[in-house]
């Protein structure tokens, strides 16, 4: 294959410092970018209001209460009532769970794979490295989102093969950067040295190596949670994301689609949460990945 | 050069024999069966009878070398549910898919570099800041929501742009009309990606401007348009291209969602449709030939690095 | 023998994720009350008008060209066609826009309701149901009658029927169709239907023999049911199957129907235009397309647009179509029933669901009228057994009633043995009466249904989880392995009061393994009889162990919802996949 720039490790590391990760200072440049702050503030509350939810409402999220669909916001129903007689406010919460368990775990695994996959190629080389890189080779090739629906549709949607299908699709990003930062620092002078040193191969990639690829993973996992979110949402729309009754917001959403005219708002919260949920993500990672950066002043 | 076509060649086929296994796997493996079969109207007994001439009681290898063995002989299958050849109802559905992703590329790269680099050189300017709130908001929007509230305003209150279909039914076939039908799914396609590589075009020429040659280039007195747009622009470019790249199955994935919201009757419909009725050939069908499309743009695209960046040579392995 | 069950239900066409599925068909048979649900436009709609009567409609006068139908022995009576009532001139001319939600292919023996919408334009029956109750009408036979053992049936077809292609129609075509439906290679929808066929002979050009193995009263009730006419000239000699169909014959079509083969553009649409030629006359219109759109809420938009004319709202949507002055909104029975059901031999659900008082217990704990009103806005009418009220001719009106009692539920199953725990759960010998019952995914309104039933469960002491299976599943457990506790789930039958091959023991679709002699006794004594009175008072004892026993928990029929644009004029007064058999007296005013 070509020899190219993105994996060129001779390119970029005249480009940085060596040493990026646990720079004096990083907090606070990262905490200066309000829009970042916000986004933390945002995201804490809304996990503390998904795990302290059946505190925050007395109805269950499945609760149909004969009658009163399509309710306007009032004092029982903080947000009104869905088109299946169930309180909004509930499903919002209890939808939270979901959503939020499925951005987390699906981007934990997708980059836990992804690093393993791309340290091992970077680190090891020769057959490892072909093999790992035909693997995320292959995995970029497939259209993953054709085949998470074909899966999801013959296997069936449910959050755990829902998170398992995102998080085993969505690796590849994490791998190849991981890979390229690692190719990149084996290189530096400190790993040479402790390599010189006598440190084994293990101990390098571990106390090494990966401490400096810590900041691409961490900008790619940011990102990651965003991303599941949507996928599925996506997949809701489409029929295969998270099943009724359970609700998330993906399905929520897609569900109020169909009374945007009778009930605006019922589209409004889920789509507001997703929406607000994803930018804090990516809000995060853009500030995490400028804070890291050796260039920005 | 001839080399490494073959190399890239042989390395592409045992790709596509992985990605056409995993995913006859993973159909296959799960509970139900073909939904056609499943038709009202049918026994268990029947239905048993029909899933045995399908030979779906094989074992699952079996039936995937059957598949293989019928695809080196140019036979794709039949789809279960229309009684056609698969390469016939896939192939139908093509001019429609490209011309969607194709103008979507398009909207997004040329509009993505644009916004990107005004943002890169007008760094923490007004237009910066605005760009990058859009960007964000692109990366950030359900993709089914945007294009529901597009049909909204543009379709059902203004009356300006047609909200589904290629065409309009019935009536004479016009440059005009096709276009007009084109935007909203196209506009909607572009968006994520068009965000994607506006943001990636931002941080790249931004790294570039504070490189080492383009002080350099500085410090000969060269203008800084020309610094810009002559030195920088074409090391930027370097990465953007993968994301470019990385960007096509992403798009192509989006088809499936953007042409159901659009009741664009193009290959992502088929692809929905044949998921959820279990029209096995079809959905390996639509693999293979979305994959055989995505692998070739990844080949071009390691193509193109050779004259953005001459640093990189072709070599028969990595 | 088996009677054809329905496929999706008639909520399908509600739910955009159900329009998203190919799988998605089902036939309807359904005639019924036509009430006017005067919603949308109240204000400036007609409305009000008589069950039976459409008020903006100006009906056309029916098969001019048909005699009497002899009835023979049989049950069938062929009733009055619609009277013409008096309105503007019908006029030649227009195009009339339906929604189907998936990919058509016109090959009969597939079934499927995208399919069969279009095969009503293209291809006749040799009879149909009528489109104000269910009594078969004729269609391509002019006639027909049984013999004295009713082991005979006779049939008269019209005369001067052409295909499409110019060939004249005639007894061999008969022959050779009902021989494709009946070949189990086919593998044909109507298979079952068919089965106690034993022979098909043509007599003369205009005259076809069908002799039964055992005698079959409900036998052209259900020939109404999809049994479309295919040429033999353009199809004899090739083979098919459950996915091979003739491939030329799909692509470019050919039957008696009153519209032809136009366009295909797969995915997109499907266009018919006006024979010339039809044995009724030209149809008004001069042509119809069938629009693919998937998204449920876009039929909504378009039909409100005019870019489609009729839609089919779900209950949820009604609010939606609030003030749209160019619809009308009109509500149909149908001949589908909701229940819960469990499997009768399965492990742990069965030995508590084979007990009388447990399902009767169970039916009183069933907020059934909560139900109606959550579910379906009240647009359906309670449930006591399979046959609707839509069916106006064998409807048994005074069955017996489980009304909600969750009180008197509980004190059957505690009759019965079982004890509250400490967490409020009922057991009865150390076991817990908890299980998991299934419906399947995307169905707002049977999941809805599921809810409601999982808390009037809990409020009785039953833990009772709802697990949604996707369709494809759930079908090949319930109709193939059988491996299911219990259902909330639905059918949609043909419309005929023998529903045999449901409830009799060996029953081809008795999925659920019920099993009673009387029941059994009383199905096989109907079939013999043909006699109308006859086989009314069968029935009515039939029906009557049925609801007692509590064979399944039966819940309600739902009712069809029909958004129209008022310029349709014509359009029959029954369920839509009914009406679309009369689409020759479709026209539009300007």
Same mark, same amino acid.
């Given at each position: 294959?070509?020899?190219?720039?993105?994996?060129?490790?001779?390119?970029?590391?005249?480009?940085?410092?060596?040493?990026?990760?646990?720079?004096?200072?990083?907090?606070?440049?990262?905490?200066?970018?309000?829009?970042?702050?916000?986004?933390?503030?945002?995201?804490?509350?809304?996990?503390?209001?998904?795990?302290?939810?059946?505190?925050?409402?007395?109805?269950?999220?499945?609760?149909?209460?004969?009658?009163?669909?399509?309710?306007?916001?009032?004092?029982?129903?903080?947000?009104?009532?869905?088109?299946? /007689?169930?309180?909004?406010?509930?499903?919002?919460?209890?939808?939270?769970?979901?959503?939020?368990?499925? $951005?987390?775990?699906?981007?934990?695994?997708?980059?836990?794979?992804?690093?393993?996959? $791309?340290?091992?190629?970077?680190?090891?080389? $020769?057959?490892?490295?072909?093999?790992?890189?035909?693997?995320?080779?292959?995995?970029?090739?497939?259209?993953?989102?054709?085949?998470?629906?074909?899966?999801?549709?013959?296997?069936?949607?449910?959050?755990?093969?829902?998170?398992? /299908?995102?998080?085993?699709?969505?690796?590849?990003?994490?791998?190849?950067?991981?890979?390229?930062?690692?190719?990149?620092?084996?290189?530096?002078?400190?790993?040479?040295?402790?390599?010189?040193?006598?440190?084994?191969?293990?101990?390098?990639?571990?106390?090494?190596?990966?401490?400096?690829?810590?900041?691409?993973?961490?900008?790619?996992?940011?990102?990651?949670? $965003?991303?599941?979110?949507?996928?599925?949402?996506?997949?809701?729309?489409?029929?295969?994301?998270?099943?009724?009754?359970?609700?998330?917001?993906?399905?929520?959403?897609?569900?109020?689609?169909?009374?945007?005219?009778?009930?605006?708002?019922?589209?409004?919260?889920?789509?507001?949460?997703?929406?607000?949920?994803?930018?804090?993500?990516?809000?995060?990672?853009?500030?995490?990945?400028?804070?890291?950066?050796?260039?920005?002043? | 050069?001839?080399?490494?076509?073959?190399?890239?060649?042989?390395?592409?086929?045992?790709?596509?024999?992985?990605?056409?296994?995993?995913?006859?796997?993973?159909?296959?493996?799960?509970?139900?069966?073909?939904?056609?079969?499943?038709?009202?109207?049918?026994?268990?007994?029947?239905?048993?009878?029909?899933? =045995?001439?399908?030979?779906?009681?094989?074992?699952?290898?079996?039936?995937?070398?059957?598949?293989?063995?019928?695809?080196?002989?140019?036979?794709?299958?039949?789809?279960?549910?229309?009684?056609?050849?698969?390469?016939?109802?896939?192939?139908?559905?093509?001019?429609?898919?490209?011309?969607?992703?194709?103008?979507?590329?398009?909207?997004?790269?040329?509009?993505?570099?644009?916004?990107?680099?005004?943002?890169?050189?007008?760094?923490?300017?007004?237009?910066?800041?605005?760009?990058?709130?859009?960007?964000?908001?692109?990366?950030?929007?359900?993709?089914?929501?945007?294009?529901?509230?597009?049909?909204?305003?543009?379709?059902?209150?203004?009356?300006?742009?047609?909200?589904?279909?290629?065409?309009?039914?019935?009536?004479?076939?016009?440059?005009?009309?096709?276009?007009?039908?084109?935007?909203?799914?196209?506009?909607?396609?572009?968006?994520?990606?068009?965000?994607?590589?506006?943001?990636?075009?931002?941080?790249?020429?931004?790294?570039?401007?504070?490189?080492?040659?383009?002080?350099?280039?500085?410090?000969?007195?060269?203008?800084?348009?020309?610094?810009?747009?002559?030195?920088?622009? =074409?090391?930027?470019?370097?990465?953007?291209?993968?994301?470019?790249?990385?960007?096509?199955?992403?798009?192509?994935?989006?088809?499936?969602?953007?042409?159901?919201?659009?009741?664009?009757?193009?290959?992502?419909?088929?692809?929905?449709?044949?998921?959820?009725?279990?029209?096995?050939?079809?959905?390996?069908?639509?693999?293979?030939?979305?994959?055989?499309?995505?692998?070739?743009?990844?080949?071009?695209?390691?193509?193109?690095?050779?004259?953005?960046?001459? =640093?990189?040579?072709?070599?028969?392995? =990595? | 023998?088996?009677?054809?069950?329905?496929?999706?239900?008639?909520?399908?066409?509600?739910?955009?994720?159900?329009?998203? #599925?190919?799988?998605?068909?089902?036939?309807?048979? +359904?005639?019924?009350?036509?009430?006017?649900? +005067?919603?949308?436009?109240?204000?400036?709609?007609?409305?009000?008008?008589?069950?039976?009567?459409?008020?903006?409609?100006?009906?056309?006068?029916?098969?001019?060209?048909?005699?009497?139908?002899?009835?023979?022995?049989?049950? +069938?009576?062929?009733?009055?066609?619609?009277?013409?009532?008096?309105?503007?001139?019908?006029?030649?001319?227009?195009?009339?826009?339906?929604?189907?939600?998936?990919?058509?292919?016109?090959?009969?023996?597939?079934?499927?309701?995208?399919?069969?919408?279009?095969?009503?334009?293209?291809? @006749?029956?040799? *009879? #149909?149901?009528? &489109?104000?109750?269910?009594?078969?009408?004729?269609?391509?036979?002019?006639?027909?009658?049984?013999?004295?053992?009713?082991?005979?049936?006779?049939?008269?077809?019209?005369?001067?029927?052409?295909?499409?292609?110019?060939? &004249?129609?005639?007894?061999?075509?008969?022959?050779?169709?009902?021989?494709?439906?009946?070949?189990?290679?086919?593998?044909?929808?109507?298979?079952? @239907?068919?089965? &106690?066929?034993?022979?098909?002979?043509?007599?003369?050009?205009?005259?076809?023999?069908?002799?039964?193995?055992?005698?079959?009263?409900?036998?052209?009730?259900?020939?109404?049911?999809?049994?479309?006419?295919?040429?033999?000239?353009?199809?004899?000699?090739?083979?098919?199957?459950?996915?091979?169909?003739?491939?030329?014959?799909?692509?470019?079509?050919?039957?008696?129907?009153?519209?032809?083969?136009?366009?295909?553009?797969?995915?997109?649409?499907?266009?018919?235009?006006?024979?010339? @030629?039809?044995?009724?006359? #030209?149809?008004?219109?001069?042509?119809?397309?069938?629009?693919?759109?998937?998204?449920?809420?876009?039929?909504?938009?378009?039909?409100?647009?005019?870019?489609?004319?009729?839609?089919?709202?779900?209950?949820?949507?009604?609010?939606?179509?609030?003030?749209?002055?160019?619809?009308?909104?009109?509500?149909?029975?149908?001949?589908?029933?909701?229940?819960?059901?469990?499997?009768?031999? @399965?492990? !742990?659900?069965?030995?508590?669901?084979?007990?009388?008082?447990?399902?009767?217990?169970?039916?009183?704990?069933?907020?059934?009228?909560?139900?109606?009103?959550?579910?379906? !806005?009240?647009?359906?009418?309670?449930?006591?057994?399979?046959?609707?009220?839509?069916?106006?001719?064998?409807?048994?009106?005074?069955?017996? *009633?489980?009304?909600?009692?969750?009180?008197?539920?509980?004190?059957?199953?505690?009759?019965?043995?079982?004890?509250?725990?400490?967490?409020?759960?009922?057991?009865?010998?150390?076991?817990?009466?908890?299980?998991?019952?299934?419906?399947?995914?995307?169905?707002?309104?049977?999941?809805?249904?599921?809810?409601?039933?999982?808390?009037?469960?809990?409020?009785?002491?039953?833990?009772?989880?709802? !697990?949604?299976?996707?369709?494809?599943?759930?079908?090949?457990?319930? #109709?193939?392995?059988?491996?299911?506790?219990?259902?909330?789930?639905?059918?949609?039958?043909?419309?005929?009061?023998?529903?045999?091959?449901?409830?009799?023991?060996?029953?081809?679709?008795?999925?659920?393994?019920?099993?009673?002699?009387? *029941?059994?006794?009383?199905?096989?004594?109907?079939?013999?009889?043909?006699?109308?009175?006859?086989?009314?008072?069968?029935?009515?004892?039939?029906?009557?162990?049925?609801?007692?026993?509590?064979?399944?928990?039966?819940?309600?029929?739902?009712?069809?919802?029909?958004?129209?644009?008022?310029?349709?004029?014509?359009?029959?007064?029954?369920?839509?996949?009914? +009406?679309?058999?009369?689409?020759?007296?479709?026209?539009?005013?300007?």
């Amino acid at each position: 294959m070509a020899s190219t720039a993105r994996d060129d490790p001779t390119t970029r590391d005249v480009l940085r410092s060596p040493s990026r990760a646990g720079r004096p200072g990083l907090w606070r440049r990262f905490a200066r970018n309000p829009f970042a702050a916000a986004a933390v503030v945002y995201l804490v509350a809304i996990v503390l209001a998904a795990v302290f939810a059946p505190l925050l409402t007395r109805y269950a999220p499945d609760r149909i209460i004969i009658g009163q669909e399509l309710q306007p916001p009032s004092a029982a129903h903080w947000v009104g009532t869905d088109q299946s /007689a169930r309180d909004e406010f509930s499903r919002l919460l209890y939808g939270a769970r979901i959503s939020l368990a499925i $951005g987390i775990i699906a981007m934990l695994l997708s980059v836990t794979f992804g690093t393993a996959v $791309g340290a091992v190629s970077g680190f090891f080389g $020769g057959a490892a490295d072909a093999i790992g890189m035909r693997l995320t080779d292959a995995m970029l090739a497939i259209p993953v989102f054709f085949l998470l629906l074909a899966v999801l549709a013959s296997v069936g949607s449910s959050v755990p093969t829902i998170i398992l /299908a995102i998080g085993l699709s969505s690796w590849m990003a994490t791998a190849r950067v991981v890979r390229s930062e690692v190719l990149r620092t084996a290189n530096l002078d400190f790993v040479t040295a402790a390599r010189v040193l006598g440190a084994t191969r293990l101990r390098l990639l571990v106390r090494h190596v990966l401490p400096q690829a810590f900041p691409s993973m961490l900008v790619a996992s940011t990102l990651g949670v $965003g991303q599941a979110i949507l996928i599925e949402s996506a997949l809701s729309y489409l029929g295969v994301g998270v099943q009724p009754p359970t609700a998330s917001w993906g399905n929520m959403l897609s569900n109020a689609q169909s009374y945007v005219f009778a009930a605006p708002l019922l589209a409004l919260w889920p789509g507001l949460f997703i929406l607000l949920t994803v930018l804090s993500f990516n809000f995060i990672g853009d500030a995490s990945r400028d804070a890291l950066s050796p260039y920005q002043t | 050069m001839g080399r490494y076509i073959l190399s890239r060649t042989v390395q592409s086929v045992v790709l596509l024999v992985f990605v056409s296994m995993l995913t006859f796997a993973l159909i296959h493996a799960a509970p139900g069966g073909p939904g056609v079969l499943l038709a009202p109207g049918m026994t268990g007994a029947q239905i048993k009878e029909a899933q =045995r001439a399908l030979g779906l009681d094989d074992p699952i290898p079996v039936q995937y070398l059957r598949w293989l063995s019928n695809l080196l002989h140019g036979n794709l299958g039949k789809s279960y549910g229309q009684g056609l050849p698969v390469s016939q109802v896939v192939i139908s559905r093509i001019p429609l898919t490209l011309e969607l992703v194709v103008t979507g590329m398009l909207l997004s790269v040329v509009f993505g570099v644009l916004i990107g680099v005004v943002s890169a050189v007008r760094r923490y300017s007004i237009v910066d800041h605005l760009a990058t709130g859009l960007t964000f908001f692109g990366m950030s929007v359900p993709v089914f929501w945007l294009g529901l509230m597009l049909i909204i305003l543009f379709s059902i209150d203004w009356h300006l742009l047609p909200s589904s279909g290629a065409v309009t039914l019935g009536a004479a076939a016009t440059l005009i009309d096709r276009l007009k039908h084109l935007v909203l799914p196209a506009v909607v396609l572009a968006t994520a990606n068009l965000a994607q590589i506006a943001r990636y075009t931002r941080s790249s020429m931004i790294e570039v401007l504070n490189a080492d040659f383009l002080r350099v280039a500085r410090a000969k007195g060269l203008r800084e348009r020309a610094v810009i747009y002559r030195h920088g622009l =074409r090391n930027a470019l370097v990465p953007v291209v993968t994301v470019v790249a990385l960007g096509v199955p992403r798009l192509v994935g989006g088809v499936a969602i953007t042409e159901s919201v659009f009741a664009w009757p193009g290959m992502g419909q088929l692809a929905v449709d044949s998921a959820l009725q279990r029209d096995y050939p079809v959905i390996m069908g639509i693999t293979l030939m979305v994959s055989i499309l995505v692998i070739l743009t990844n080949f071009l695209t390691d193509l193109s690095y050779v004259f953005l960046d001459p =640093r990189v040579k072709l070599t028969g392995t =990595r | 023998m088996s009677i054809q069950r329905d496929g999706r239900s008639l909520d399908t066409p509600l739910d955009r994720r159900t329009f998203l #599925r190919l799988t998605t068909s089902a036939a309807g048979v +359904a005639a019924g009350t036509a009430l006017l649900a +005067a919603c949308g436009g109240s204000s400036s709609t007609p409305t009000t008008a008589p069950a039976g009567t459409q008020s903006t409609t100006s009906t056309q006068s029916a098969p001019t060209t048909s005699s009497t139908p002899s009835t023979g022995g049989t049950g +069938a009576s062929a009733a009055s066609t619609p009277a013409a009532s008096s309105g503007p001139a019908p006029k030649r001319g227009g195009t009339f826009k339906i929604p189907v939600n998936a990919n058509i292919t016109p090959w009969p023996p597939i079934g499927a309701i995208q399919n069969l919408m279009v095969n009503k334009s293209l291809f @006749n029956g040799l *009879v #149909r149901y009528s &489109p104000t109750d269910w009594t078969p009408q004729p269609d391509l036979a002019e006639s027909w009658d049984t013999s004295s053992d009713g082991l005979t049936w006779t049939f008269h077809l019209r005369k001067g029927v052409t295909w499409h292609d110019g060939k &004249p129609f005639t007894a061999d075509d008969v022959k050779y169709t009902l021989g494709v439906y009946k070949d189990p290679n086919v593998n044909s929808i109507l298979l079952g @239907n068919l089965e &106690p066929v034993s022979s098909i002979d043509a007599v003369d050009a205009n005259t076809v023999k069908v002799t039964t193995k055992t005698p079959y009263s409900s036998f052209v009730e259900l020939l109404c049911y999809l049994c479309f006419m295919l040429p033999q000239h353009l199809l004899q000699g090739q083979k098919f199957d459950r996915t091979t169909f003739p491939q030329d014959f799909i692509q470019h079509p050919v039957g008696t129907g009153p519209f032809k083969f136009g366009e295909h553009v797969p995915g997109d649409h499907f266009t018919v235009v006006a024979n010339e @030629n039809y044995y009724e006359g #030209r149809p008004y219109l001069d042509s119809v397309i069938y629009k693919i759109v998937r998204d449920q809420n876009s039929t909504i938009a378009q039909v409100k647009t005019g870019e489609l004319d009729i839609a089919f709202p779900s209950f949820a949507q009604l609010s939606t179509l609030q003030g749209t002055s160019n619809l009308q909104i009109i509500e149909r029975g149908l001949m589908d029933y909701r229940f819960f059901a469990g499997y009768y031999k @399965n492990p !742990q659900f069965g030995p508590w669901f084979s007990q009388k008082a447990v399902r009767q217990a169970l039916a009183y704990a069933i907020d059934v009228q909560g139900i109606i009103k959550q579910v379906t !806005q009240g647009k359906a009418d309670r449930s006591n057994g399979p046959l609707p009220p839509a069916l106006k001719a064998w409807y048994i009106p005074d069955l017996p *009633v489980f009304d909600y009692d969750p009180n008197k539920a509980g004190q059957m199953l505690s009759d019965a043995g079982f004890k509250k725990g400490s967490d409020g759960i009922l057991a009865k010998d150390g076991q817990k009466y908890q299980f998991t019952f299934y419906t399947d995914q995307g169905q707002p309104e049977r999941e809805q249904t599921a809810l409601i039933l999982q808390q009037n469960f809990k409020d009785i002491g039953i833990d009772a989880k709802l !697990q949604t299976l996707e369709f494809n599943d759930l079908q090949n457990r319930y #109709r193939v392995t059988h491996d299911f506790t219990a259902m909330a789930y639905y059918y949609v039958t043909p419309a005929t009061p023998d529903q045999h091959s449901y409830w009799q023991t060996n029953g081809s679709t008795n999925e659920w393994a019920y099993s009673n002699p009387d *029941v059994d006794k009383l199905f096989d004594q109907a079939m013999s009889t043909f006699d109308v009175d006859k086989r009314k008072a069968t029935f009515k004892q039939l029906y009557t162990i049925l609801a007692d026993d509590q064979a399944v928990n039966f819940i309600y029929h739902p009712h069809e919802l029909q958004a129209i644009n008022k310029r349709v004029q014509g359009w029959a007064e029954t369920d839509y996949r009914d +009406a679309l058999l009369y689409l020759s007296k479709v026209w539009m005013s300007s």
